[in-house]
C-alpha cells in the first residue's frame, strides 16, 4: 500500500472567515426534528396551498412539513406539484453527464469510504496522458459534455496544480467541467475558473456536528467547519455551479436535508450569481465494510425528492448510478434534472485501471446509450450539453 502523507494541512493555517458554520448553531438539531415529527396533516395542507399559490418560497422550515411522515398522505399531490415546477422551468429534458475517478490515494479515514486510508488496497492516481485516454474512452460511450472529475482528497498528490492540468487536459473533450475534490482555498477555485472549471460539488456528509467527528476521526475531512464554509469559498471565487449534498444513512436524514434547505437559502443570498445543485445519494456497502445506520426507503426518498422540488423551482436534482434502473426511471419525470450514465467509480475505469479500487458499488450499470433510450422511452429528452466554452 502506498504511505499516504501530504506536505501541509491548508486547514491549520487559513483564516475560516464568516461562512455558515457561524450560522449553523442558530440551528438545534433536535428541535429539527421535532419539527418533522410534529408536523400534522392540517400543517401539510397549509404548505402545499402556500406553495400552489407559488407567492412566495416556502421556507426551511415549511420544507420539513412536506418530508415529514404526515406527508406520506399527499404523496401523489405532491409529486403532480413537484412535476409541474419541473417542466415549468426545465421542460421535458434530463441532463447527463459522466464521473471519471483520477485518484482513489485519500489522506482521510472516514469510515464509511472505500478509499478510507486505513484500507489495505494499492493505490492509483492517474498520470495526465491516463487521463486523456479516459477522456476519449467516455467520449466513445456517448456525446457527454458534462464531466464530472472526482478525486480523493490527497492535496500533494491531486493539489491545486494537478487538478488545472487536468481541467486543460479534459477541456478539448468536454464543454462543462465539474470537480469533486477536497474543498479548497478560495483564491484555489478562482484559479481553476481560469482553466476550465464551471461547478464544484462537495458533500457535508452529515450536518451533525457531534456525529461528524465520529464518521471523519483524521484526515483533512475531520475538520467540520473547514469543510462546511467550503460553499462560502466556492462562492467568493465566483463559481459558476455549486453542488451541495448529504449522505443519507449516516445520521437522521430528516433532520440533515433540513439544514441543508437551510445552508442553501444562505448561500442563495449572498452568492446569488451561482446556479445550485443537490443530490440525494443512499449510502451503499463499501471497500470498508461499513453498513448504513439508517436506512431511507423508496417512498421517502421519492417524498425527499418531490419536497425539494416543491421547495425550490430552479434547483438542479441530480440521481446518480447508486439508484438502481427502475427507480431512476421513474422518478426522472416527477423533479429529477440530471443523472449520470456509465458510471465507473474507480480511477481509469474506462481505459487505464478498470479493477482499482472503487469509491462504492453501481446500481445502475445501463449503457449511457440504454439510459437515454430510457429517457426517451418516457418522452423526455436526454441532453448531452448545457454549457459552451464561449461563456467562459
Known sequence: MQEL??????????????????????YDWDDTIRIVDSASEADVRRVLAKARRNVKPLTPEEFAILISPAADAFLEEMAQLSRHYTLERFGNTISMYIPMYVSNACTNKCVYCGFNHDNPFTRTTLTFDQI???????????????LLIVSGEYPSLCGVEYLEKALKRCRPYFHNLTIEVQPMKAAEYERLTHSGLNGVVCFQETYHKEAYKKYHPQGMKSHYAWRLNGFDRMGEAGVHKIGMGVLLGLEDWRADVVMMARHLRYLQKRYWRSRFSVNFPRMRPSESGYQPKVVISDRELARLTFAFRIFDHDIDISFSTREAPSYRDNIMRLGVTSMSAGSQTEPGGYATSPEALEQFEVSDDRTPADVAQAIRDHGYEPVWKDWDAIFD
Not at 10 to 21: E, I, L, N, R, Y
Not at 133 to 146: T, W, Y
Open 132 to 146: 486523456e485516454d479516459e477522456c476519449k474512452a467516455i467520449k466513445d460511450l456517448g456525446p457527454f459534455e458534462n
Open 5 to 26: 502523507r501530504f506536505k501541509s494541512d491548508p486547514t491549520k493555517d487559513a483564516v475560516f472567515g464568516h461562512g455558515f458554520a457561524d450560522e449553523i448553531g442558530n
